[in-house]
């Protein structure tokens, strides 16, 4: 089982950790407001079990007899998406980069959702897929964990421009976005990025590695097959060979550092054989220290 009760209360330190580190701050490094304090209504909703009773229309509800939650604009809202890599590749360790990401996403979540932001997970491969609602109490964690236990990896990661272009659409109003992949992509991949630097997105990487990459325990002669379009190459794998692969992750790794750090975004990497809360704590902190 993905989330079970030792994941909850992890969840629970995190969030006293983190409110520590922010004292009532939003992820964003904006204060909170109390919401609904917006004068701009934005439009009504079909209540759902967990949205706050405070903003039902009850004169609507007296006349239909249905349920809304009036919901409004705030320039002090937040919405903090996650783009979770959803790609064959993902499915490669053990524990797989997939159920470790799936982890930072619930956590990354629970924490924007007790800080009064509003959450949203989006899974993508080839293209923008299925996301969650739109969710700022508490306890729609519960449909968030839901969704992700609900995803498989499944397809080949291409076109991250196409994703980005589709989140944008739906994202108008910029807001924080963490994307959790192995950054797998092609060369669209900082064409993407700087879309979302363009529209002014605050933007999180999450470069999640599993330890047999970075390590690779190999010798003599292997067939390599790409999880993700089934081909395959023999290599004879020696001591020169490991070197020339780790140096050329090293560089790759480099490459999508810098380019993160010259549009002003944020770098963190994941070795999924590290506790997921790690992550957290490091991630987290540097988005407190950078403010």
């Known amino acids: 089982m993905l989330f079970d009760l030792k994941f909850f209360k992890n969840l629970k330190l995190l969030h006293i950790i983190t409110k520590k580190h922010f004292r009532g701050e939003k992820i964003g490094h904006r204060k909170s407001p109390?919401?609904?304090?917006?004068?701009?209504?934005?439009?009504?909703?079909?209540?759902?079990?967990?949205?706050?009773?405070?903003?039902?229309?009850?004169?609507?509800?007296?006349r239909l007899e249905t349920l809304y939650i009036?919901?409004?604009?705030?320039?002090?809202?937040?919405?903090?998406?996650?783009?979770?890599?959803?790609?064959d590749s993902m499915n490669f360790g053990k524990p797989a980069k997939f159920d470790h990401?799936?982890?930072?996403?619930?956590?990354?979540?629970?924490?924007?959702?007790?800080?009064?932001?509003?959450?949203?997970?989006?899974?993508?491969?080839?293209?923008?897929?299925?996301?969650?609602?739109?969710?700022?109490?508490?306890?729609?964690?519960?449909?968030?964990?839901?969704?992700?236990e609900n995803r498989v990896s499944k397809g080949q990661s291409t076109?991250?421009?196409?994703?980005?272009?589709?989140f944008i659409l739906k994202n108008r109003r910029p807001g924080v976005v963490f994307i959790l992949t192995d950054a797998m992509f092609g060369t669209d991949l900082a064409v993407g990025l700087?879309?979302?630097?363009?529209?002014?997105?605050?933007?999180?990487?999450?470069?999640?590695?599993?330890?047999?990459?970075?390590?690779?325990?190999?010798?003599?002669?292997?067939?390599?097959?790409?999880?993700?379009d089934s081909s395959k190459v023999t290599l004879q794998i020696n001591k020169q060979a490991l070197t020339i692969y780790e140096?050329?992750?090293?560089?790759?790794?480099?490459?999508?550092?810098?380019?993160?750090?010259?549009?002003?975004m944020r770098y963190q990497q994941s070795i999924t054989s590290t506790p997921f809360e790690s992550t957290m704590l490091d991630l987290f902190s540097n988005m407190h220290h950078r403010s």
Do not use: C
């Open 101 to 148: 990401a799936r982890k930072l996403a619930a956590a990354i979540s629970y924490i924007a959702m007790q800080h009064q932001d509003t959450a949203r997970v989006y899974s993508f491969a080839r293209g923008l897929d299925a996301a969650t609602e739109n969710g700022f109490r508490p306890g729609h964690i519960h449909r968030i964990m839901g969704f992700l």
């Open 159 to 166: 076109n991250f421009e196409e994703t980005v272009t589709h």
């Open 34 to 62: 109390q919401r609904g304090a917006s004068i701009e209504f934005a439009e009504y909703k079909d209540y759902t079990p967990g949205d706050d009773l405070r903003f039902i229309d009850w004169n609507l509800y007296g």
């Open 247 to 264: 140096e050329v992750l090293k560089e790759t790794i480099d490459e999508l550092r810098k380019t993160l750090i010259g549009m002003r």
């Open 194 to 228: 700087k879309k979302l630097f363009h529209r002014r997105f605050e933007v999180n990487l999450v470069h999640i590695l599993a330890p047999e990459e970075i390590t690779p325990d190999l010798a003599g002669l292997v067939e390599l097959s790409d999880i993700e």
């Open 70 to 87: 009036k919901k409004f604009h705030n320039e002090e809202e937040l919405t903090v998406s996650v783009l979770l890599d959803t790609s």
